[in-house]
């Protein structure tokens, strides 16, 4: 008997594996500083004040990218994002 995807045991390894890889090379196409920044949000142990004050400066800086006004550029246009990290 063939085994098709639908009877393999380990299809649910096989899709998480599949699923992480499309997350992933969707994350890497995005735009890079702002992904940066997020990281780097998210690992602080900053109180609540100081999270909203670095928030503000991290959306200042994504702001003035060249990715920023590539990303509005592409969704005006409807076409997908080129990103180049600046």
Same mark, same amino acid.
């Given at each position: 008997?063939?085994?098709?995807?639908?009877?393999?045991?380990?299809?649910?390894?096989?899709?998480?594996?599949?699923?992480?890889?499309?997350?992933?090379?969707?994350?890497?196409?995005?735009?890079?500083?702002?992904?940066?920044? $997020? @990281?780097?949000?998210?690992?602080?142990? !900053?109180? +609540?004040? =100081?999270?909203? &004050?670095?928030?503000?400066?991290? %959306?200042?800086?994504?702001?003035? $990218? @060249?990715?920023?006004?590539?990303?509005? !550029?592409? +969704?005006? =246009?409807?076409? &997908?994002?080129?990103?180049?990290? %600046?």
């Amino acid at each position: 008997m063939k085994r098709t995807p639908a009877r393999t045991p380990n299809r649910g390894r096989w899709l998480a594996t599949v699923l992480v890889i499309s997350a992933l090379v969707l994350v890497a196409s995005g735009p890079t500083a702002a992904l940066s920044l $997020t @990281k780097r949000l998210l690992d602080s142990e !900053a109180g +609540f004040e =100081e999270a909203i &004050e670095d928030e503000a400066r991290a %959306q200042h800086i994504c702001f003035t $990218t @060249k990715d920023m006004a590539e990303g509005i !550029a592409s +969704f005006l =246009e409807r076409r &997908e994002p080129k990103f180049t990290g %600046q």
